[in-house]
């Protein structure tokens, strides 16, 4: 393994001590300002957890909710009744979704050059 992406990371296994001694590799994490899921106690752990050597990119993206981070539904699954369907009022999930592939494939690209 040579490189770790979170996106609105659940943690809770891992805020045993030294749990995360061992990532030694880079870790992009990526949480919601708008998550009730993974709050931002769950960045926390990751953050306390990893050994100081290890190089972390920790962004929460504004606006965003827990499942933002999923591919666009089709409109008619965009309802109350199915929440991963849906995000906070304003937040454009297909434009978020075209520049966090491109985030994503620049920190693989940094990551697997080192």
């Given at each position: 393994?040579?490189?770790?992406?979170?996106?609105?990371?659940?943690?809770?296994?891992?805020?045993?001590e030294r749990?995360?001694?061992?990532?030694?590799?880079?870790?992009?994490?990526?949480?919601?300002?708008?998550?009730?899921?993974?709050?931002?106690?769950?960045?926390?752990?990751?953050?306390?957890?990893?050994?100081?050597?290890?190089?972390?990119?920790?962004?929460?993206?504004?606006?965003?909710?827990?499942?933002?981070?999923?591919?666009?539904?089709?409109?008619?699954?965009?309802?109350?009744?199915?929440?991963p369907g849906?995000?906070?009022?304003?937040?454009?999930?297909?434009?978020?979704?075209?520049?966090?592939?491109?985030?994503?494939?620049?920190?693989?690209?940094?990551?697997?050059?080192?």
């Amino acid at each position: 393994m040579k490189a770790l992406v979170l996106l609105a990371p659940a943690t809770p296994w891992y805020q045993r001590e030294r749990a995360l001694a061992e990532v030694r590799v880079p870790v992009l994490m990526l949480t919601a300002e708008h998550d009730p899921h993974t709050t931002a106690w769950h960045a926390e752990v990751v953050r306390r957890g990893l050994p100081g050597e290890t190089r972390l990119i920790h962004r929460v993206v504004e606006n965003a909710g827990h499942f933002s981070f999923m591919s666009p539904f089709p409109s008619s699954m965009r309802s109350s009744q199915f929440p991963p369907g849906n995000d906070p009022e304003g937040f454009d999930r297909e434009a978020f979704q075209a520049g966090l592939s491109r985030e994503v494939l620049e920190f693989l690209s940094q990551a697997m050059m080192s």
